[in-house]
């Protein structure tokens, strides 16, 4: 039984992936994916993450250490979780400190695609929906990239002398 649940576990990490998104990916090869980044205009105080797999303690892992090559503090963070079928505790509390370090360098996060009723119903008990924003939990990679805009737009006004 341990062996079983330690290959169980070795599996989902291996499934699981965090990719950092940027404009210089070239995303072409991936012609079959509506939703590929090359498709959009991403500004260029966003950065994006996709989350591929299930978000269990492993992937958690791989995504924290993911964020910490954020070279240059991005004024918005997309996370696409599009294909995150299923979230554990660990990854809610994964999520939970991102938005916590986020808020302290001054970064909004965007949670994007959460397709899941699963995931979506663990972020809920969490509260991590209310803490991080209904606004700011998207439906689509494109609203995301809205809300971003907005989010830039109220930035500037709000740094802006009067």
């Known amino acids: 039984m341990v062996l079983a649940v330690f290959l169980f576990m070795r599996k989902m990490i291996k499934f699981s992936d965090v990719s950092i998104l940027t404009k210089d990916i070239d995303d072409k090869e991936n012609e079959t994916d509506r939703e590929a980044l090359e498709k959009y205009i991403i500004p260029k105080e966003v950065q994006v ?10 992937a958690a892992y791989k995504f924290k250490d993911a ?6 503090t991005p004024k918005v963070l ?6 995150v079928p299923i979230i554990d ?9 991102v938005h916590k370090e ?4 001054g970064t909004k996060l965007i949670l994007s695609e959460v397709h899941s009723v699963q995931v979506l119903q663990e972020l809920k008990d969490a509260r991590l929906l209310f803490t991080i924003g209904k606004a700011n939990v998207t439906d689509t990679f494109e609203q995301a990239l809205q809300r971003c805009k907005k989010l830039l737009a109220d930035d ?7």
């Not at 505790?89 to 400190?97: K, V």
């Not at 986020?102 to 360098?105: E, L």
């Open 49 to 58: 993450f996709e989350i591929t797999g299930p978000l269990f303690f492993g």
């Open 156 to 162: 500037v006004i709000i740094r802006m002398p009067e």
């Open 102 to 105: 986020s808020m302290h360098r």
């Open 78 to 83: 997309i996370i696409r979780m599009r294909q």
């Open 67 to 72: 964020i910490r090559f954020i070279e240059k």
């Open 89 to 97: 505790a660990t990854g809610i509390r994964t999520l939970q400190e």
